[in-house]
């Protein structure tokens, strides 16, 4: 199935960046979100996600007009074979918007949701019968960072993970299979590791919150987004490979660990940390660091590209 025809449920920031990735792909988008202002909003950030889609070589076979509103979610999913699901994180919400779309669902549709926060067990509990819906959680921008973490359980449909899965590979997508359920999936939980630690330094005064930040897109930032942690370190020790390296290092690490610290986000430490985050901003605006950020990202793909598909 080539989905010609996608519905966005939500269109916040995540929403309106799928929308724009599945009108690059060729796709036609319907979309749902309460908001009186979502129309407008989504056009708008569709047309400033255009140029980036094009420089990536994403826009060939698609248009931006190929957008249309609804006032229900209902109706956003009438004949739609793929339905991205990005209403706010709150289970009494979810479970109402899959009460509405279920009886109105294509045969074979598939409903992806973007949840990072709720787990498929979770967000099942809005349904009779739960077969359609995945998780596909993106990486924000989803137009900009490839990255897809698909899960399917036993009350998933056969087939429907791995259909989803390769969906989202053939508009440019990059997944990964969630084999058992955790809070945070994958990757956030990465990420939440790696900013335990960012603040325990800054609290213990070892570095500034903004010199952390450099020390990680200056230094393994650069090396993980060619590739992971575990592959990257299997080159540390030479050809003796990971083994080398584990035998190598593994007191280093071992004590490492031992003294890696437990920070909480209390009121204090979000002060410390916001407070850092604007001195090392330098009164860059919300507005420039978000392009700057989206601008990097963009030549970061191009560049990886040609190394990606070889």
Same mark, same amino acid.
């Given at each position: ?9 939500? #269109? ?10 599945? =009108? ?61 699901? $990005? ?52 990486? $924000? ?5 490839? =990255?897809?973490?698909?899960?399917? $359980? ?10 989803? #899965? ?21 990757? $956030? ?37 060619? %590739?992971?942690?575990? #592959? ?9 490979? =990971? ?34 985050? #604007? ?9 420039? %660091? =978000? ?20």
């Amino acid at each position: 199935m080539d989905h010609a025809h996608t519905a966005c449920l939500g #269109a916040g920031v995540i929403g309106a960046s799928w929308a724009a990735l599945f =009108l690059a792909s060729g796709r036609s988008v319907a979309i749902f979100d309460p908001s009186p202002e979502a129309e407008a909003q989504t056009r708008a950030y569709v047309e400033t996600a255009w140029p980036t889609l094009t420089r990536l070589g994403l826009t060939e076979r698609g248009t931006p007009d190929a957008l249309t509103f609804y006032s229900s979610a209902a109706g956003a999913v009438d004949g739609a074979s793929f339905v991205q699901e $990005n209403v706010p994180e709150r289970l009494p919400i979810k479970h109402a918007v899959f009460a509405e779309i279920e009886p109105a669902l294509a045969q074979g549709a598939i409903v992806a949701s973007s949840a990072s926060g709720l787990t498929l067990t979770q967000m099942q509990g809005g349904w009779t019968d739960p077969a359609p819906l995945v998780l596909g959680h993106p990486f $924000n921008p989803p137009h900009l960072v490839p =990255l897809v973490e698909v899960m399917g $359980n036993e009350r998933t449909g056969p087939g429907i993970a791995d259909a989803a #899965a390769a969906f989202y590979e053939s508009i440019g997508k990059v997944t990964i299979r969630v084999n058992k359920e955790v809070p945070g999936h994958v990757a $956030n939980r990465l990420q939440a590791a790696v900013w335990r630690e960012a603040i325990h330094l800054a609290k213990e005064g070892v570095a500034s919150v903004g010199d952390i930040d450099k020390a990680m897109w200056a230094g393994p930032g650069l090396r993980w987004a060619a %590739m992971g942690p575990t #592959a990257c370190f299997s080159m540390g020790a030479g050809p003796g490979g =990971l083994q080398a390296f584990c035998d190598h290092f593994k007191e280093t690490f071992n004590g490492w660990w031992d003294d890696m610290g437990r920070p909480y986000l209390d009121d204090e430490t979000i002060a410390m940390l916001v407070d850092g985050a #604007a001195k090392a901003a330098g009164g860059m605006s919300h507005e420039d %660091m =978000l392009a700057r950020r989206d601008a990097m990202i963009t030549a970061m793909q191009e560049a990886l590209r040609p190394h990606r598909e070889g």
